[in-house]
Structure formats: structure tokens, C-alpha cells
């Protein structure tokens, strides 16, 4: 689950839409978005008949002038750390800004001068982290936050936790009081397909300094885009590494971001997190 973002086209506005069946119930919620006014004694498809104009109104569906993946919680809050690393007294904006969930808007005012202080991020020379890394391709795995404690992975079924921090790679019972069952600064992780067809494949952990090892059901994966839909790879060899990153590294979520604050200020309307 991530952030996504939306900016409300000016159609309406400026009358570039197809006339709504519904024009004096037609409002901006607190959400910014477009909706009508349901009363009591009206017609059950009335809701339905507004949905339906809205899709197909004006050139933007849904009267969405953008509509933006931002990031996924763990690169948004890796994020976070980065500004407050620079500093939170450049980034008064985004501090009061940037969601903590998937709720609130930003007003296209605040959007301008969040606009300037993402400019100014990039101008730093870049930020110290803790990374989980491949040790054979050195592609970083994973990025934690400070605010997550190092937690990336989480299995519902088992209770265990996945995260690092600069000790090391660890795996945690959250339904034993997050006791700690494993760490390593180096690991091997080994999948171990199972023979029966209802049991879930089990992956090994070793740790390479101590040959400590542990099994779990829940892996280190990573997730690549290929030509039909995306694709999960076990990295074998991992290793907890500090490195110091220039701020494109974080482009990921720069670029979107700064893509929906520009169409906000555009616009004049205010940027729908969501």
C-alpha cells in the first residue's frame, strides 16, 4: 500500500464541461473532490447517473487534472528522513504539509512554497542511510525509516517482522513481545521449497559470521516491473550497509511530487492525498 495524489481539473469552473443533470446539488467536498448532495426522496440512481457524467464531463475523467502514484509508505517515509536529516527549519512546508496517512489536501498556496523547498533539497549534497543491500549485484533491497524502526515485512499468518537497522538484518515475533529470533550484518538466504502442495515454501537465513541459522516463511524479496505485470526475486547474499546518497536517489518520489504540487499551482486547487 502507498500514497497517491490528485489534482481536480478547472473544466467545471470555467464551464468547459458537459452540463450536469444534477447542477444545483453539485459541490467541492472537504476532500476536494467533486460531489452532490444527497436528500432524502431522491431517486436511488442519482448517485449513479452523477458518477456516470463525471467519468466522461470534459477531456480529464473524473474531472482529475493529475492523478499520481507518489511512493510506497516505506521510499515515503525514507523520505521524511532525509528532510529531517537536512533539517527541519528548511522544510517548514512539507513538515506541516506531507501526509501521515491516506487522507487531506494541501492548498495550492502551500503548494508553491513546498514546490521551492523540494528545490532546495536537491541542492544538498546528500544524506547518510542505513541500507539492506545485494551483496552480489550491491543494488540496495531495501530502505527503511527511522519512524518504522528499521521494519519493512510483516506476515499476518506468523506474526514475524523484517527489518535492519545499523546492528544489522533481524527478524522479530511481534506476537511474543517482538522478541528477536535472528541478526546478521551478512546473511545468506536460502529458499527451501516445500513437497507438500498446501505448505508455504520456507527460506532459510544464515548468518555468515556466526553460521547461526534460522527459517521463516516470510523472505527478503524484491519486486521488478517486467512486460507483463512484475516479477519477485530472493536476493541470496545480503549485507546492512551505511552509505551517504545524493538526493537524486530520492527521484523516485521527487519527481511525483513535484509533478502534482506544479499542476496544484497551476490549477489553484489543492492536492487530494489519497
Same mark, same amino acid.
Given at each position: 500500500m502507498g500514497l497517491d495524489a490528485s489534482v481536480m481539473c478547472t473544466c467545471y469552473?470555467?464551464?468547459?464541461?458537459?452540463? $450536469?443533470? %444534477? +447542477?444545483? @446539488? %453539485?459541490?467541492? #467536498?472537504?476532500?476536494? =473532490? +467533486?460531489?452532490?448532495?444527497?436528500?432524502a426522496g431522491d431517486d436511488v440512481a442519482?448517485? !449513479?447517473?452523477?458518477?456516470?457524467?463525471?467519468? /466522461? $464531463? $470534459?477531456?480529464?475523467?473524473?474531472? !482529475?487534472?493529475?492523478?499520481?502514484?507518489?511512493? #510506497?509508505? &516505506?521510499?515515503y517515509r525514507a523520505f521524511v528522513d532525509a528532510?529531517?536529516?537536512?533539517g527541519?527549519?528548511?522544510?517548514? /512546508?512539507?513538515?506541516?504539509?506531507?501526509?501521515?496517512?491516506?487522507?487531506?489536501?494541501?492548498?495550492?498556496?502551500?503548494?508553491?512554497?513546498?514546490?521551492?523547498?523540494?528545490? %532546495?533539497?536537491? /541542492?544538498? &549534497?546528500?544524506?547518510?542511510?542505513?541500507?539492506?543491500?545485494?551483496? @552480489?549485484?550491491?543494488e540496495i533491497i531495501q530502505a527503511t525509516a527511522q519512524s518504522e524502526e528499521g521494519l =519493512?515485512?510483516?506476515?499476518?499468518?506468523?506474526?514475524? *517482522?523484517?527489518? =535492519?537497522?545499523?546492528?544489522? =538484518?533481524?527478524?522479530? @515475533?511481534?506476537?511474543?513481545? &517482538?522478541?528477536?529470533?535472528?541478526?546478521a550484518m551478512r546473511i545468506e538466504q536460502q529458499q527451501l521449497a516445500s513437497e507438500e502442495l498446501? *505448505?508455504?515454501?520456507? %527460506?532459510?537465513? /544464515?548468518d555468515l559470521d556466526t553460521g547461526k541459522k534460522f527459517i521463516s516463511t516470510t523472505p527478503v524479496r524484491v519486486f521488478k516491473r517486467a512486460e507483463f505485470g512484475t516479477t519477485q526475486e530472493y536476493p541470496r547474499l545480503m549485507h546492512v550497509e551505511k552509505r551517504v546518497v545524493d538526493t537524486d536517489y530520492f527521484d523516485y518520489i521527487l519527481q511525483p511530487l513535484t509533478d502534482i504540487l506544479t499542476v496544484s499551482v497551476e490549477t489553484g486547487n489543492p492536492v487530494r492525498w489519497s
Open positions: 469552473k470555467i464551464g468547459k464541461t458537459t452540463p $450536469c443533470p %444534477f +447542477p444545483a @446539488d %453539485f459541490y467541492i #467536498d472537504e476532500d476536494g =473532490f +467533486p460531489a452532490v448532495h444527497i436528500y442519482k448517485s !449513479d447517473d452523477f458518477d456516470a457524467w463525471l467519468a /466522461t $464531463c $470534459c477531456q480529464h475523467p473524473y474531472m !482529475d487534472m493529475a492523478a499520481l502514484y507518489i511512493a #510506497d509508505w &516505506n521510499e528532510l529531517e536529516q537536512v527541519w527549519d528548511h522544510f517548514l /512546508t512539507l513538515r506541516q504539509q506531507l501526509p501521515s496517512e491516506n487522507h487531506g489536501t494541501t492548498p495550492a498556496a502551500e503548494s508553491a512554497k513546498a514546490l521551492a523547498e523540494l528545490a %532546495f533539497f536537491k /541542492t544538498q &549534497n546528500g544524506v547518510s542511510k542505513n541500507f539492506l543491500v545485494n551483496s @552480489d549485484t550491491k =519493512f515485512s510483516w506476515d499476518g499468518r506468523t506474526g514475524l *517482522r523484517l527489518g =535492519f537497522d545499523e546492528l544489522g =538484518f533481524f527478524i522479530r @515475533d511481534v506476537w511474543d513481545l &517482538n522478541r528477536e529470533l535472528f541478526r498446501d *505448505r508455504a515454501d520456507q %527460506f532459510e537465513f /544464515t
